[in-house]
């Protein structure tokens, strides 16, 4: 039965012209991006890299397509949380709006079974568009520019990934994107089965998203308490794939906590839901 | 007589507000069970609760004799329903629509199958056009098919016929009785409109403020036996005057020159005899039954 269900759900979701929206921002961001690197890539590099040049002697072919994934994932990474929660945050509340949830209801499936699907559907969406971008911004970079060593410049330190590495550190850094836009499927959700309309989840969890965000940049310390707190603060986690040496401990510990986060948010979702009179 | 559903002290509240208040009901097999009420009496809140889309703040329901509580799913595979307006995917045809409920209905249904049942709710021909350029009444009508599809034993519709035309009102209620009369289906129906069940169902229940007001076979509950009749005559007074306490325990009011008595249609001939024996000039007489006079007061 949730094989079923979790087909229909996903047929509802891509027929929905909606759904599209990611896709195409991402495809379009994307070739703007590799247009623009490709036309004016070295005046941008040689910006970055202005600095390190007066001490150091850089070599070899540095704006190569491994950098130019890493700049594309490291820029457009920010907004996947809008183009999911405008899907995922529309779940449930979309069809409490549209009044299919009274339908939906009354047919022989539990409460948590809809709840499950919604969720595994709104993930594998998330999954989707991670790899959409990952692909297209791999896919073209390594196609348009050569593959070569990634250099990546962090405030206190360097990191020079070889060529041979680069490659499963991606496919892992999406992996992790995946779990950190899926900290946002759920979220979204929970906000989903409190609200009877589309905008305030979406609107909501792109509120909270920022808010969390600029906490997390802010060197306070009244805020430096919470920042481990803030799941926000773990969904940039993928990009200490790009180090050197792994912080390996760091990363699981964020996963981890992403992981709670999820399963908190669910929790709610189911709880809030099962227990709800449906009367939209 | 198989009892489908059975209503035991069912009470709703939202809040401080009671919205159904300790209603008992009970439907038996092949019923067209009428749900009668003014706007806001509590019909839709006690469907839901029948669909299991609200919970009931105390009292028990069971459905083909199992409780809602413990066999939600089995009890949900047997009813077909249609709550409020029917709402559906838009942006899909009305053939995707119906595929989709079925299939969460749990059933696999064949295309055949599926045009078979566009074709009997009359939206053939329009099938594969998205539901978004759908009247209100085709909606209605793909509504109907939508709670047909799995062959439910019992149908549940919240005012279907709302919005609808008259000629729409008309086959909607063809299809009620067709799907009792050919298919055997037990049905319950609510309404605002007492005409509406009368003309369809076999039992009824009235319920206001979310209390039961009356509940039995229709035939009986809108009896001719209690009649509510109006005489118009030219001085109210003047005609009361003249009566002379004739009938005095049937009298029950005067309005505008309008004499309302409470009696038996085989008692009107004789009381007009005594108007026109008192020579008391008539311009109108109209009678109603007493629960649909009690109705119409409740719903203004």
Redesign the interface.
């Known amino acids: 039965m949730i094989y079923r269900l979790l087909k229909v759900e996903l047929y509802k979701i891509f027929s929905r012209p909606r759904s599209y929206i990611g896709f195409v921002a991402i495809a379009i961001l994307v070739f703007v991006f590799q247009l623009a690197l490709y036309v004016d890539g070295k005046t941008y590099l040689t910006f970055l890299i202005q600095q390190l040049e007066s001490k150091f002697s850089i070599q070899g072919n540095i704006l190569n397509g491994y950098l130019i994934t890493y700049i594309i994932l490291q820029t457009l990474i920010v907004q996947m949380p809008l183009l999911v929660a405008l899907v995922t945050g529309d779940l449930l509340s979309g069809e409490a709006a549209s009044g299919t949830m009274r339908l939906l209801a009354t047919k022989p499936i539990s409460r948590a079974n809809i709840i499950s699907v919604k969720f595994i559907a709104g993930s594998f969406y998330t999954l989707l568009l991670v790899l959409w971008l990952g692909g297209l911004a791999l896919g073209f970079g390594l196609w348009i520019f050569e593959p070569g060593d990634l250099m990546v410049l962090s405030t206190d330190h360097i990191s020079i990934i070889p060529a041979d590495e680069c490659l499963w550190r991606f496919f892992v850094a999406c992996g992790v994107a995946f779990i950190s836009l899926t900290v946002v499927t759920s979220f979204s959700m929970m906000l989903s089965a409190y609200s009877d309309n589309s905008i305030v989840p979406i609107v909501t969890t792109m509120a909270v998203i920022i808010i969390f965000t600029i906490i997390g940049t802010l060197d306070v310390p009244l805020f430096n308490n919470i920042k481990p707190f803030l799941f926000t603060t773990h969904m940039i986690v993928w990009q200490k794939l790009f180090q050197d040496l792994l912080p390996v401990d760091t990363i699981i510990n964020s996963i981890l906590i992403m992981l709670a986060y999820i399963v908190a948010f669910l929790s709610i979702t189911y709880y809030r839901f099962i227990k709800k009179d449906i009367l939209s | 007589m198989e009892t489908i559903i059975e209503l035991n002290k069912i009470s709703k509240s939202f809040g401080a507000f009671k919205v159904v208040d300790e209603l008992s009901l009970e439907v038996y097999k092949g019923d067209v069970f009428g749900f009668l009420g003014p706007n806001g009496a509590g019909k839709s809140t006690t469907m839901?609760m029948m669909?299991?889309?609200?919970?009931p703040t105390s009292g028990s329901i069971k459905i083909f004799g199992k409780e809602m509580n413990t066999h939600?799913?089995?009890i949900?595979?047997q009813?077909g329903?249609i709550?409020?307006?029917p709402?559906?995917?838009?942006?899909?045809s009305a053939e995707?629509n119906i595929e989709?409920?079925s299939?969460?209905?749990?059933i696999t249904v064949l295309k055949n199958k599926i045009q078979e049942i566009i074709e009997l709710v009359g939206l053939k021909g329009r099938e594969k056009d998205k539901v978004k350029t759908y009247s209100h009444g085709m909606k209605q009508r793909l509504g109907i098919a939508?709670t047909l599809i799995h062959d439910p034993a019992l149908i549940i519709l919240d005012e279907p016929t709302t919005g609808l035309d008259p000629q729409g009102i008309i086959d909607i209620r063809e299809m009620i009785l067709r799907l009792k009369n050919e298919m055997g289906k037990t049905i319950i129906l609510s309404s605002h409109i007492l005409s509406e069940i009368e003309l369809v169902a076999n039992r009824m229940v009235i319920i206001n403020k979310g209390k039961q007001v009356a509940q039995g076979e229709v035939k009986e509950l809108l009896s001719t036996q209690d009649l509510i009749l109006s005489v118009e005559v030219e001085d109210g007074k003047i005609a009361i005057e003249k009566l002379n306490g004739y009938k005095k325990e049937k009298f029950s009011s005067l309005e505008n020159n309008t004499l309302k008595f409470s009696l038996s249609k085989n008692e009107i001939p004789e009381l007009v005899n005594e108007l026109n024996k008192q020579g008391i000039k008539i311009y109108g007489i109209t009678y109603r039954r007493a629960l649909e006079e009690y109705f119409l007061k409740l719903t203004n």
């Not at chain 2, 669909?51 to 919970?55: A, M």
């Not at chain 2, 709402?87 to 899909?92: E, K, N, T």
Request: charged share 35%.
């Open positions: 839901r669909l299991s889309l609200i919970k939600r799913n089995e949900m595979r009813i329903c709550i409020e307006k709402d559906f995917y838009l942006y899909m995707k989709l409920f299939k969460l209905s749990g939508q």
